[in-house]
């Protein structure tokens, strides 16, 4: 495993409570907005989190809502949610100074040939505009894997809209669960658009978010593969609890090189 900026998941309203052990242990967040209404958020205090953090010479990354986001619908209704939630993410990364946004692609699962251009098309036309706040702000939005079997719709959106400010976010859980195809095809494709990594783990049914090491993913297989990325990836343990955190921080120990 190459050295690459690490961030820790820490819910967004959790943040300022967390900010102590954060700052301890030298830990850097992903902070989530999965479950928590953006609106509903404590701007002065996260702006107030973000500036302590960046004395300590700690990055921060943003995981954007997912619920209700459809960047690639044909409806109007969910266009208009989807504009909304990527305007408010973007002022949100701004006030953290967040490097990276995570966003989720809003493609269903096993969609049909049709639906899938039509997303496609849609997301072609959803996105130029928040690369261009993006580069403005110093950051990058990031389209995570989450249903999709293969990287080749992914793959299309990464190209068409290249950018330095626009990429893919791996998430091994998600590509363990759904994906039909191997981790080198995988990377084949979309290896040189990989900004960000999401690490955690499972047993190819359900998304356990279990520690590095608990279920039957093979990370070792994995950071060969990002270990060929230039730059490397930052990544993020998603991990849901404070012991799931230590089990996954002491797990990826095994994989930095030993002349670290």
């Known amino acids: 495993m190459t050295t ?4 820790v998941h ?5 943040l300022a409570a967390r900010l102590p052990f954060l700052l301890n242990r030298k830990l850097q967040p992903e902070v989530a907005c999965q479950e928590v209404r953006l609106d509903k958020l404590n701007l002065p205090e996260l702006r107030d989190c973000a500036e302590q953090l960046l004395a300590a010479k700690l990055q921060t990354s943003l995981h954007a809502p997912f619920a209700s986001f459809h960047p690639g619908s044909p409806k109007k209704r969910q266009q208009k949610k ?9 002022e949100l990364a701004d006030i953290l100074n967040a490097g990276r946004i995570v966003f989720h692609p809003g493609l269903s699962s096993n969609p049909a040939a049709k639906e899938q251009q039509q997303w496609l ?3 072609l036309n959803f996105w130029p505009d928040y690369i261009c706040q993006a580069e403005a702000l110093g950051t990058q939005i990031c ?24 990429g893919h ?3 091994i859980g998600h590509w363990n669960m759904f994906a039909t195809g191997s981790l080198t095809d995988w ?18 049914q359900f998304d356990e978010h279990l520690p590095v090491g608990q279920g039957v993913i093979d990370f070792a297989a994995l950071f060969e593969r990002v270990g060929q990325l230039d730059p490397p990836p930052s990544m993020t343990l998603e991990a849901h609890s404070l012991p799931a955190l230590e089990a996954s921080l002491l797990a990826l120990e095994r994989y930095r090189p030993s002349n670290e």
């Open 169 to 171: 976010c791996f998430d």
């Open 4 to 7: 690459a900026p690490l961030f």
């Open 82 to 90: 989807a504009h909304a939630i990527a305007e408010l993410s973007l």
């Open 187 to 204: 990377f084949a494709k979309l290896g040189r658009h990989t900004r960000h990594l999401h690490l955690h783990d499972n047993h190819g």
């Open 143 to 166: 389209i995570e894997n989450i249903f999709e079997s293969t990287p080749e719709l992914l793959q299309q959106l990464c190209q068409e809209l290249e950018s330095p400010a626009f």
């Open 10 to 14: 820490v819910p967004a309203q959790l």
């Open 121 to 123: 098309q849609n997301s």
